[in-house]
């Protein structure tokens, strides 16, 4: 078998190839087989094959990947006369500037094959595929006569159909085929592409066409918002049902009729052949009251169930103000009245606030003596002996009647016994009061004068005091601003400390004296605290085989504050340190032992 090993361009094929690369048309024009042996020449150069022997035309063209082309020849014995070895093989091109050029060139050199004259008994025949290299050019045509086309083995391996491949764009005859089967399958609804359909389409589209058999779009959708009907289950608050033919979905216009088999009394949901549970509401959006065994129509809106044929508006009117015997609707549903139908009923009349000008009435009742009668023309009857002209002073008109009275019995009073602002009525005639009027029994800038230390006197004017608080006589109120303007010497100082009067808290605590005892530590320092009060004056007394004594005095000398005494020697001596004075104690040290115990008197 012939061993090529490649074709090789040629110097002219590298040339068209740089064109293609740039644009140009590369066009493969033939094939030729010859016998010649190469001899030192170089392939490159080569413009033509060595030793002709036969053209062959290009039969097939396939681009391979990424970068080379497959021209594809076949060599037959049908028309040779005379053997030769089948040694060399060249592809020609046309050149757009110079014509056809050898594009490439291969040589098998001894491996070549002999191919024998024809109309012996070999009968040779030869599929020859050159694969060549075209780089990157996207036009690539060539000369194909399609009386020499033929199908390779592969070719053929793949031509089988079958109808359970799925359709896609491979560009096979396979893929195309296997797309028609799968098309016929969808359309026939048969298992088999070969078997035949239970139904034309002329059938089917006669079929379809069928107004009489077949409702119209319009009149399905009547027909699938029909009111089905179901009996419900579940709970009060969660209603199931059921209805036949159920519904794919839950659908806007939806209609259903249910039959409620408990009683609800609140927010309820129905759950209709187990497409979910949607609230049931009258049109104003409140919870229905659904009775036992009530028979109910809801449409669906898209989000709840719709109760037809209630839910008009309610008042706010409650059992309270509809009258006894009477019902009214409410969103709890039907509610007998609760007030009292008063009509024909005996009243008792009555004066509710003195002044105020308004006449009560009691029902079935002889208040103050006054019987009446509520008539059933919503007229209110009251009867009183004394209700008469002459009973009301002249000029006014009390409950549309005028009074005709001018005059009263003799009093005595003047318009100085009357409180001023204050009217009154003196045989017959008005007096407008002029006595001040000293409410509250307050005095403005009252005088006065403390004479005696155990009597304090307050000069009033001329006025009525009425008693506020209390009884008995009026009472006279003094600020502590009037207190103390009154007395200089009345003043928080001279109150002991926690006292508090007219308004004064005292702030005198007195003298303070507070005694004790104690330890002073390693170094002789002596200190007390937690007393009540900072220190004022101290005598501390301590025992050291000799009796010491130190006093203090705030504000006093030098000698007071800064030294102590020996009384076993009678000398001072200068403190070791200071006295120190804190808000609650004091420390100071002495020359005196460790630990040495003493006595103190502190006062504040």
Request: with cysteine; glycine share 12%.
């Amino acid at each position: 078998m012939a061993v090529f090993g490649g074709m090789t361009l040629t110097n002219k094929g590298l040339v068209l190839q740089g064109k293609a690369q740039a644009g140009a048309q590369l066009n493969y024009t033939r094939v030729a087989v010859g016998d010649g042996s190469l001899s030192g020449q170089s392939v490159p150069a080569l413009n033509g094959l060595i030793s002709l022997k036969k053209n062959l035309p290009i039969a097939r063209l396939r681009p391979q990947p990424p970068n080379k082309a497959v021209i594809g020849a076949t060599l037959s014995n049908a028309d040779i006369t005379t053997g030769f070895y089948f040694r060399e093989i060249g592809v020609f091109a046309q050149d757009p500037d110079v014509g056809e050029i050898l594009y490439a060139y291969a040589n098998a050199g001894v491996t070549a094959d002999y191919i024998a004259a024809g109309g012996g008994s070999d009968i040779i025949e030869k599929a020859i595929d050159c694969v060549v290299i075209v780089g990157i050019a996207a036009n690539i045509t060539a000369s194909i006569d399609n009386s020499l086309v033929f199908a390779l083995q592969s070719d053929l391996d793949n031509i089988a159909a079958t109808d359970s491949v799925t359709p896609s764009k491979t560009g096979t005859l396979t893929a195309l085929l296997s797309s028609l089967f799968t098309l016929i399958k969808g359309i026939t609804g048969k298992p088999n592409v070969l078997t035949a359909p239970a139904i034309s389409l002329e059938a089917t589209k006669a079929h379809v066409d069928d107004t009489t058999r077949h409702i119209a779009a319009a009149e399905r959708a009547v027909w699938n918002d029909r009111s089905g009907y179901a009996v419900t289950t579940g709970t009060a608050a969660a209603l199931a049902a059921s209805v036949t033919p159920a519904p794919a979905a839950l659908s806007a216009g939806l209609r259903v009729g249910i039959k409620t088999h408990v009683a609800t009394t609140g927010a309820v949901t129905l759950n209709l052949n187990s497409l979910g549970a949607k609230p049931i509401k009258k049109p104003n959006g409140n919870n229905p009251l659904l009775a036992l065994g009530g028979v109910y129509t809801v449409v669906y809106d898209g989000s709840v169930f719709i109760l037809q044929g209630e839910g008009g508006e309610y008042g706010t009117a409650v059992a309270a103000d509809v009258l006894e015997g009477t019902t009214i609707g409410t969103e709890s549903g039907v509610v007998p009245g609760t007030l009292p139908n008063l009509a024909d009923q005996d009243v008792g009349g009555y004066i509710s606030t003195a002044g105020s000008g308004y006449l009560g009435v009691v029902a079935n009742s002889d208040e103050n003596g006054v019987v009446g009668k509520i008539t059933d023309s919503t007229t209110i009857i009251c009867n009183d002996a004394s209700l008469i002209p002459a009973n009301f002073l002249a000029g006014k008109t009390v409950l549309g009647m005028a009074g005709i009275a001018t005059s009263e019995p003799t009093v005595g009073a003047a318009a100085g016994d009357i409180v001023a602002s204050k009217a009154a009525t003196v045989n017959g005639n008005r007096i407008v009061g002029t006595l001040a009027d000293k409410d509250m029994g307050a005095v403005a800038e009252p005088a006065v004068n403390a004479v005696f230390s155990s009597v304090l006197y307050v000069r009033i004017p001329k006025g009525a005091y009425r008693t506020v608080t209390g009884s008995g006589y009026p009472e006279v109120k003094l600020t502590t601003a009037q207190l103390l303007a009154a007395e200089n010497n009345f003043n928080a100082a001279v109150l002991k400390a926690g006292i508090t009067a007219f308004g004064v808290t005292g702030v005198y605590a007195g003298q303070q004296m507070v005694s004790g005892s104690g330890s002073g530590n390693l170094s002789g320092l002596m200190t007390v605290t937690n007393l009540p009060f900072t220190p004022k004056m101290i005598i501390l007394d301590c025992d050291d085989s000799k009796v010491v004594r130190a006093t203090y005095v705030a504000g006093g000398s030098t000698y007071g504050n800064g030294y102590y005494q020996i009384a076993s020697q009678g000398t001072s001596k200068a403190l070791l340190t200071a006295w120190t004075i804190t808000a609650n104690g004091f420390s100071l040290k002495t020359d005196t032992r460790a630990n040495n115990p003493f006595t103190y008197y502190a006062w504040g």
